[in-house]
């Protein structure tokens, strides 16, 4: 699977390991009750991309879970990072993308951009003007309602308005964090 087919998660590990986290992805969505996961790797150190038929939003909760119970069944993906929709990996698009996307934060509530971004040359401040500039609520960046995360790999955006908790860490969920 290639980032421009679309994908519905991230997943990041340790630099060398990819294609084993690609397989552990598939097994803990399995576990989870996804029939026909899929996973792969990118070509960029550390990063898998994937589609579920689960929520991934759930997913994370799933993941924690797993993790409280037997804190080493997640050896190799160290962040679960659900996508919410794919578009091209320019401002202009994932600006648009945000648009349709905006419904989810109400009037009065608060929202951060964070942009991570991988073997693309477009300044990151571009890709978080033109999120900001599409969402128009309050801006806080110490504790926002919502996070608008915009993962950019190569040429593909994906993009998620989530609330704080909905990325996975399995270094924080084995802390109890």
Request: proline share 5%; net charge negative.
């Amino acid at each position: 699977m290639e980032p421009q087919d679309g994908f519905n998660f991230i997943a990041t590990t340790f630099k060398g390991l990819e294609r084993e986290a690609a397989s552990e992805c598939i097994s803990l969505l399995r576990k989870l009750g996804d029939v026909g996961p899929v996973a792969s790797t990118t070509g960029v150190t550390g990063l898998v991309v994937g589609r579920t038929s689960l929520d991934p939003v759930e997913v994370v909760h799933g993941l924690k879970a797993m993790v409280d119970e037997e804190p080493w069944s997640v050896r190799l993906v160290l962040r679960f990072i659900p996508v919410e929709a794919t578009t091209a990996a320019t401002p202009e698009a994932v600006g648009e993308k945000v648009m349709s996307m905006s419904a989810k934060v109400a009037q009065g509530e608060s929202f951060r951009v964070t942009v991570e971004k991988r073997h693309n040359e477009t300044p990151s401040m571009k890709f978080v003007e033109s999120a900001a500039g599409a969402l128009r609520r309050k801006v806080d960046l110490e504790a926002p309602d919502w996070v608008v995360l915009v993962e950019v790999i190569r040429d593909v955006a994906g993009v998620s308005i989530l609330k704080p908790s909905s990325v996975f860490s399995s270094v924080k969920a084995k802390r109890g964090e």
